[in-house]
């Protein structure tokens, strides 16, 4: 089960500065993923015992959290793009490294988990979600009432109706399955797309309140560490996992030696 990455296709800022309290935010989420994963990882060696990822409510509820957050960025840093008349060529060359990095994942998940590899994932959905909020916000210019009626049926709509014909791999990525397939990361269309129309919201928001865009910039000194982690999060999310994994079995290889 792997909680996303934020990788976000535009940057955070208004205007020429950095909006380091959605940096921080971003920062934040990173760590808790790392966290994640971390207890994912020792549980899969066998070092911690007795934990359900896919069924308690204690992991499952932090795996939604974290999912939301770094969506609510990507959407939060779209729209600041989108105010900024980011064009098409900057978009572009960001979210090709988005798309090829979520081909990298599902290789290397079919290699570490064939039998539940990763199809659509976070990084695949966040691909196909900025492009989404980019023509929605961007180009049909929807008005802020409209985005956040949307925002509220992609999360609604798949609580209330579902049908079998979603369920296939070639289906699933729209979100309206009878049950969560067998894979190690699910971020399906819906209702993911929810919280990346609110975090574009939050974004335009940004942008047209300079003012309270100013109180956000100065954060505590003690939280400068996490807005420097939350301007690299494409970097991490693809590093990260082969270090805690590589950690994680030298580890395990070291107990097994010494026991």
Same mark, same amino acid.
């Given at each position: 089960?792997?909680?996303?990455?934020? =990788?976000?296709?535009?940057?955070?800022?208004?205007? @020429?500065?950095?909006? @380091?309290?959605?940096? &921080?935010?971003?920062?934040?989420?990173?760590? *808790? +993923?790392?966290?994640? /994963?971390?207890?994912?990882?020792?549980?899969?060696?066998?070092?911690?015992?007795?934990?359900?990822?896919?069924?308690?409510?204690? *992991?499952?509820?932090?795996?939604?959290?974290?999912?939301?957050? !770094?969506? !609510?960025? &990507?959407?939060?840093?779209?729209?600041?793009?989108? &105010? &900024?008349?980011?064009?098409?060529?900057?978009?572009?060359?960001?979210?090709?490294?988005?798309?090829?990095? =979520?081909?990298?994942?599902?290789?290397?998940?079919?290699?570490? !988990?064939? /039998?539940?590899?990763?199809?659509?994932?976070?990084? /695949?959905? +966040?691909?196909?979600?900025?492009?989404?909020?980019?023509?929605?916000?961007?180009?049909?210019?929807?008005?802020?009432? =409209?985005?956040?009626?949307?925002?509220?049926?992609?999360?609604?709509?798949?609580?209330?109706?579902?049908?079998?014909? !979603?369920?296939?791999?070639?289906?699933n990525w729209i979100g309206l399955v009878t049950h969560k397939p067998a894979t190690e990361d699910y971020v399906?269309?819906?209702?993911?797309?929810?919280? +990346?129309?609110?975090?574009?919201?939050?974004?335009?928001?940004?942008?047209?309140?300079?003012?309270?865009?100013?109180?956000?910039?100065?954060?505590?000194?003690?939280?400068?560490?996490?807005?420097?982690?939350?301007?690299?999060?494409?970097?991490?999310?693809?590093?990260?996992?082969?270090?805690?994994?590589?950690?994680?079995?030298?580890?395990?290889?070291?107990?097994?030696? =010494?026991?």
């Amino acid at each position: 089960m792997r909680p996303p990455s934020s =990788a976000v296709a535009t940057p955070s800022s208004v205007g @020429d500065r950095r909006v @380091d309290a959605l940096d &921080a935010l971003r920062g934040l989420a990173m760590v *808790w +993923m790392t966290a994640f /994963h971390a207890s994912f990882d020792l549980a899969h060696q066998g070092l911690l015992r007795g934990q359900d990822f896919y069924q308690d409510p204690f *992991w499952t509820l932090q795996r939604t959290a974290i999912v939301s957050l !770094f969506l !609510f960025c &990507a959407g939060a840093g779209q729209g600041l793009a989108l &105010a &900024a008349q980011a064009g098409w060529a900057r978009f572009w060359s960001r979210w090709w490294r988005i798309a090829g990095c =979520a081909l990298l994942v599902s290789l290397g998940s079919a290699w570490m !988990f064939p /039998h539940s590899w990763i199809s659509f994932g976070v990084l /695949h959905g +966040m691909a196909l979600m900025l492009v989404l909020v980019r023509l929605l916000v961007g180009v049909l210019r929807w008005p802020a009432a =409209a985005v956040l009626t949307l925002a509220l049926v992609c999360v609604l709509l798949p609580l209330s109706w579902q049908h079998a014909w !979603f369920d296939s791999r070639w289906t699933n990525w729209i979100g309206l399955v009878t049950h969560k397939p067998a894979t190690e990361d699910y971020v399906p269309l819906l209702p993911w797309l929810g919280p +990346m129309l609110l975090g574009s919201l939050a974004g335009r928001w940004l942008a047209r309140a300079p003012r309270s865009a100013g109180r956000l910039v100065t954060l505590p000194r003690l939280m400068r560490g996490l807005v420097l982690l939350g301007r690299w999060p494409l970097s991490y999310y693809m590093l990260h996992q082969p270090v805690l994994i590589g950690l994680i079995s030298v580890w395990a290889w070291l107990m097994g030696r =010494a026991a």
